[in-house]
T-cell receptor, first 115, second 111 residues
């Protein structure tokens, strides 16, 4: 049973460029959340997708957008990259029906460097 | 504003118990307390969670204060594989069940 997989593992971009990160959730999961983790910090919630719609959003600008596909996989898009966007981007999947017992399963992340 | 407060780092000797504290003074009645840990070059992994009562599982125990403003993660016998950053998290019902991570405690296990 494959866990959460993310691609690519590492990425280098320059300021102003656009980037797309991908995530496949754990088998049986229907909800995908994205987090940004700066060096030495805890993960910060970006947004959550369920039934192909953005359900919740953290304090991130509109440059951050996403998508969820019918097979529950998800993409995170960041436009007009800034140096401050350099971070580890984590995808987490969960099963919405678990509600009070919801647990997040994380991928190993995509390390994005903006030069 | 930080929703959880943890010490930056702690040390423990191998095979001894470890108590990792967390303060969450602004917790609401419906907020769940979660603990995750993150090993180097990996994403966080679930450890334990609870609402009001103490909880035990095969990995750890969670002790929740009566007023719920603090909690303690207990690793009964630390091993070298337990060296990680431990995050105390509030899952807040009033913001759509978002998970709010703190800055974590880096646990060093001394052989």
């Amino acid at each position: 049973d494959a866990g959460v997989t993310q691609s690519p593992t590492h990425l280098i971009k320059t300021r102003g460029q656009q980037v797309t990160l991908r995530c496949s959730p754990k088998s049986g999961h229907d909800t995908v959340s994205w987090y940004q983790q700066a060096l030495g910090q805890g993960p910060q919630f970006i947004f959550q997708y369920y039934e192909e719609e953005e359900r919740q959003r953290g304090n991130f600008p509109d440059r951050f957008s996403g998508h969820q596909f019918p097979n529950y996989s998800s993409e995170l898009n960041v436009n007009a990259l800034l140096l401050g966007d350099s971070a580890l981007y984590l995808c987490a999947s969960s099963l919405r029906a678990r509600l009070d017992n919801e647990k997040l399963f994380f991928g190993s992340g995509t390390q994005l460097s903006v030069l | 504003d930080a929703k959880t407060t943890q010490p930056n780092s702690m040390e423990s000797n191998e095979e001894e118990p470890v108590h990792l504290p967390c303060n969450h003074s602004t917790i609401s009645g419906t907020d769940y307390i979660h603990w995750y840990r993150q090993l180097p070059s990996q994403g966080p992994e679930y450890v334990i969670h609870g609402l009001t009562s103490n909880v035990n599982n095969r990995m750890a125990s969670l002790a929740i204060a009566e007023d719920r403003k603090s909690s303690t993660l207990i690793l009964h016998r630390a091993t070298l594989r337990d060296a990680a950053v431990y995050y105390c998290i509030l899952r807040k019902r009033n913001t759509g069940n978002q998970f709010y991570f703190g800055t974590g405690t880096s646990l060093t296990v001394i052989p």
